[in-house]
């Protein structure tokens, strides 16, 4: 199958989209995770995106690995070079590959002492399933670390662009529009039976549970991003905006029943929060350590 054909990421990997998944790191995802780590750990980084996570937890296995696994060579390709042009290189005990989680990985059973997830479950269309593979490759003993931030992401000042409610789509807000939904011509109950439809952090130690973790061998935990100062706010805002000037969001918003009206009314409304002294912008973020 191809990288075309096997893709369920809604948001695709141009670098307008990447550009903001690389300003993340091991230390500002993976705080909840890191203390867990021994030196000769074996971990997966699943979702590596751009890799920068990956590198990042390289330092806290040296005697151990890392391994970043994505969809699309696409994806992989923009890793590999993020890792070279730091210093000193990819780290020796860091390698990439593409994959599939919903399809199955290469990797043997019981074969990680530890796998990372930074804001993936949310895109994945059967996340039990998905987890229910990743249980599968963790040793008994390890643990699975994963973050998600919970819909809906939340504003001020309160402007209509960024809390869009489409008549088409009756998204909660601009995001999940293109993150977790797809034209179809299939009607759609108004709940799926996990409660509203776009899925959330909230949710991370229930499909634990469906995929076979113990509830009592699972840790929640939860911490808030948020861009408040004109400089996160710009970074930030202008990420968006490229993503829907030349990422091809504009079109995907379309395809999902906004008029061109709707989309340029986000576009308005994001470069008003980046220019107001008071914009905030937060996003709650759940953590889960569930260990097998």
Known sequence: MSDGQKKPYQQGWHSSVTANHATRTAENEGAFFIPRLKPHFKVLDMGCGPGTITVGL?????????????LTSEVIT??????????????????????????GLPFEDEMFDAVFMSQVLLHIPEPVKALKELRRMVKTGGFIGDREGDFPFLWYPYLP???????????????DMVITRQKSSTPRPQYPPHGPEH?????????????GFDPLKVEKSARVTMYTTPEERKVYAENMIARMEQGGHRQKYMDLGASREDVDLMVRDMERWRD??????HIVQYEVVAWK
């Not at 390289?58 to 994505?70: L, R």
């Not at 107001?276 to 912008?281: M, R």
């Open 58 to 70: 390289a330092k806290y296995v040296p005697q151990g690995s890392v391994i970043g696994v994505d």
């Open 78 to 103: 923009q890793a590999k070079k993020l890792a070279e042009q730091k210093e000193g290189g990819v780290p020796s005990n860091v390698t990439f590959t593409t994959g599939n989680v919903l399809e």
């Open 161 to 175: 662009g960024l809390q869009l409610k489409d008549k088409c789509t009756q998204c909660p807000d601009m995001y």
């Open 199 to 211: 899925r959330s952090g909230s949710m991370i130690h229930v499909w634990a549970r469906e995929a």
């Open 276 to 281: 107001d002294p008071d914009g905030v912008h």
